[in-house]
């Protein structure tokens, strides 16, 4: 799977090379809608030299939700939520 992103470096007055990346979001398709209130850019193989090589306004129409159905949602434990978590069980499906 593959997000639109945004990366860019640059050089301030005084100081290092900063690097910066965002990944671009939008409203949720049917899947996400009852969990969150965005997504991210989902870019199917096809579109992708359009997101890193197009013109910038047709870039931007890829700026949409996945289609419905792209996506499956399942419960998991809410240890998921803290970053000190970090084991293969987090991803184990409960009831």
């Known amino acids: 799977m ?8 640059w050089r301030p007055t ?11 979001t939008t409203e949720p398709n049917a899947d996400v809608a ?3 209130n965005r997504i991210p850019v989902i870019l199917a193989p ?19 939700p996945a289609p419905d159905g792209t996506l499956r949602t399942r419960p998991v434990e809410r240890r998921v939520g803290h ?8 991803i184990a499906e409960t009831a």
């Open 46 to 64: 096809d579109t992708w030299d359009t997101w890193l090589t197009g013109e910038p306004a047709e870039a931007a129409t890829l700026i949409a």
């Open 14 to 24: 005084e100081g290092d090379v900063v690097q910066s990346f965002t990944i671009v």
């Open 2 to 9: 593959a997000m639109a992103g945004l990366y860019e470096w």
């Open 34 to 36: 009852p969990l969150h």
């Open 83 to 90: 970053v000190a978590n970090d084991d293969a069980s987090l």
